[in-house]
């Protein structure tokens, strides 16, 4: 079992930033590859970002490509997701996901494990 806690969001003004963060503990963190997702109210949960189990490759979805950074670290057990350049249509609650393969993905129905979510609000 993996256990995924989400922290960082808020509320914040178009142009503003965020770090969230993922907080994991129970099997080994560090051979997981790492997901973010996100879901709008009336909408399906979607792909924002991944990263490989050593941090090594990274991939976005082009609406936030360019604005927000994935990374890792695996002595600390977390994963972050740096937002840049929020706007409005950023707003959702935000998860991170853990997929046990060596693999990265980029759709809900790869991961395993998934944590609570964190709110995120862009007012314009």
């Known amino acids: 079992q993996v256990q995924l806690v989400e922290s960082g969001g808020g509320l914040v003004q178009a142009g503003g930033s965020l770090r969230l963060s993922c907080a994991a503990s129970g099997r080994t963190f560090s051979n997981y590859p790492m997901g973010w997702f996100r879901q709008a109210p009336g909408k399906e949960r979607e792909f924002v970002a991944a990263i490989s189990w050593s941090g090594g490759s990274t991939y976005y979805a082009d609406s936030v490509k360019g604005r927000f950074t994935i990374s890792r670290d695996n002595a600390k057990n977390t994963a972050y997701l740096q937002m840049n350049s929020l706007k409005p249509e950023d707003t959702a609650v935000y998860y991170c996901?853990?997929?046990?393969?060596?693999?990265?993905?980029?759709?809900?129905?790869?991961?395993?494990?998934w944590g609570q979510g964190t709110q995120v609000t862009v007012s314009s």
């Open positions: 996901a853990a997929r046990v393969s060596r693999t990265i993905a980029t759709t809900t129905r790869d991961y395993d494990y």
